[in-house]
């Protein structure tokens, strides 16, 4: 099968002009925040598409490195001028694929090997300063099934540009396998130049919303989750993830809700994470962040690149409002942010001054992602599809990830192993599930009376640790069983209050008394 010409389309001078160009200030909070911690992979991206074809590994190869030359950011590399990060554009940048077979193993060994081929893929750790910021390996597994894993930092890349890049990608190896040169048009514009051009349009903006944020979070109070274990001196980023479906009937009146009270979807399931947060730390003044993803124009919607921001909320439960109430506040806390989003992070850090403590991240350490991918037309045979990679690092201490797909929703927490057990958090996504279905059929219940106990939690408090019946021989009443104790352990300890105590006997010598001295009064059975 010939691998046909690679015939590059025309490059307009818009893409010369890319060569060194400011971040976008979400860039840039990646940027910082991988200073901060340069031996960490916890900011690689991976995904793994399934393809049910013979792949030709040169002609995937070619593939990839026409989507390098197709893509600026794809051949951008990030150096510091000055203490200031700034993406600097290669004129070309070579991908090397990476073959690994399986086919000589037994099919049962397949799944444990390619878990730690992608192992080792998702623990690379990328130099910014060293383009491209892209990986890839495909694993046969047999002679018309593979596993392309593709990795990148986050820097260059979201979830969208995932799918983007496998969708070009399948589109160009299809083109090249065929002898026929990409069918792909040139992009109009490329991300480095739009990132700068969206640097140009906040600066502007930027002191009034950092007075805001400055303002907001000045005061705020930092949420701690009760942990399993200590926290470490030092943040490690490892991770792992747990994922439980919401059913239907839930989603719907979760959506139900929503349009009554005029808010997004996003907004009702951030407000039962904040109400869940709320339950387990007590506190009713909570910071959480998001990352919140912004392509502006159809433009954006076709290039590869990093639109995601970080946004925080910072949202007040106090005096136990009524779920519907929560909700409000919560739309009220995010319509805010959004006007002010647009705010370099590390610009925050650095005028907040939050104490360095290299155990935890800086502002916030909870965070919630709500991810919605719209219906389209079924995919035909062959088609490749992105599949993130199940999470082996940790951001943050705790992050709740709500995916809302055409075949249903999911809850997926992904968190810090060093801090939780796989148990605690396997119970905080049944606590959000119970949350999130009485939210829904209950909103004007108040946030303290929602029931967050699934059904088997609630037989177990109710039923199985109240199942203490026994039957006894003799006495029947309360006080003949205390007399009979008395008798077997007089000297035995009965009331412990402080550091004083009292044994079997002297508690019913007392009770005589007391008894002596009712009867006195005239004080009898039943007499209140």
Aim: proline share 6%; charged share 25%.
């Amino acid at each position: 099968m010939s691998a046909g010409p690679q015939v590059p389309g025309p490059r307009p001078d818009a893409f010369l002009e890319t060569s060194c160009l400011p971040l976008s200030h979400g860039q840039e909070a990646l940027w910082f925040l991988q200073q901060l911690h340069p031996q960490s992979p916890v900011y690689t991206e991976a995904w793994s598409v399934r393809i049910a074809e013979q792949v030709v590994a040169p002609v995937l190869e070619r593939s990839l490195n026409e989507l390098v030359r197709r893509h600026d950011i794809l051949r951008t590399r990030f150096e510091a001028e000055g203490g200031r990060p700034r993406q600097v554009t290669l004129p070309a940048a070579e991908l090397t694929l990476r073959v690994e077979d399986l086919t000589c193993l037994p099919a049962t060994e397949h799944h444990a090997a390619l878990e730690r081929l992608i192992d080792g893929e998702t623990a690379h750790v990328f130099d910014l300063a060293t383009a491209p910021l892209l990986r890839a390996l495909l694993v046969r597994t047999a002679q018309d099934r593979s596993v392309l894993v593709f990795s990148m930092h986050h820097i260059v890349c979201d979830g969208v540009a995932a799918a983007i890049f496998a969708s070009e990608l399948q589109a160009i190896y299809v083109a090249y396998a065929a002898g026929q040169p990409s069918c792909l048009a040139e992009l109009p514009l490329q991300f480095p130049a739009h990132a700068a051009s969206e640097r140009r349009r906040s600066e502007q903006r930027a002191n009034d919303n950092l007075r805001y944020w400055e303002q907001l979070l000045g005061d705020a109070p930092v949420a701690e989750l009760v942990t399993d274990r200590p926290r470490p001196p030092v943040q490690s980023f490892r991770g792992a993830s747990e994922t439980a479906r919401i059913s239907d009937s839930v989603a719907s009146e979760v959506d139900a809700l929503a349009a009554r009270e005029n808010v997004t979807a996003f907004m009702v399931y951030l407000a039962a994470f904040q109400i869940l947060l709320h339950r387990y730390t007590g506190e009713s003044d909570i910071v959480t962040g998001a990352p919140i993803a912004d392509r502006p124009s159809a433009e954006a919607d076709r290039m590869i690149g990093m639109f995601v921001n970080m946004t925080l909320f910072r949202i007040d439960l106090s005096g136990d409002p009524s779920a519907a109430q929560a909700v409000a506040r919560v739309r009220e806390a995010v319509i805010e942010a959004f006007a002010h989003r647009v705010t370099p992070f590390e610009r925050l850090v650095k005028s907040l001054r939050p104490q360095r403590d290299l155990s935890r991240n800086p502002l916030f350490q909870i965070a919630f992602s709500y991810e919605r991918r719209p219906a389209s037309a079924p995919p035909a045979a062959g088609v490749w599809s992105p599949h993130a990679v199940a999470g082996r690092a940790a951001k943050f201490d705790l992050t709740l990830i709500v995916e809302d797909e055409p075949e249903g929703r999911r809850a997926t927490v992904e968190y810090c192993t060093e801090l939780f057990e796989r148990d605690t958090m396997r119970r905080l996504i049944r606590h959000y599930q119970s949350l999130l279905e009485a939210i829904g059929s209950e909103p004007e219940t108040r946030i303290s009376e929602l029931s967050m106990l699934s059904e088997p939690e609630l037989h177990q408090l109710l039923v199985e640790w109240n199942s203490s019946g026994a039957s006894y021989r003799g006495q029947s009443t309360v006080h003949g069983l205390f007399r009979e104790q008395v008798r077997r352990a007089p000297h035995a300890v009965a009331l412990v209050d402080g550091d004083d105590h009292l044994t079997y006997s002297e508690v019913d010598r007392r009770s005589d008394r007391l008894a002596g001295r009712l009867a006195a009064a005239g004080i009898g059975p039943e007499d209140t």
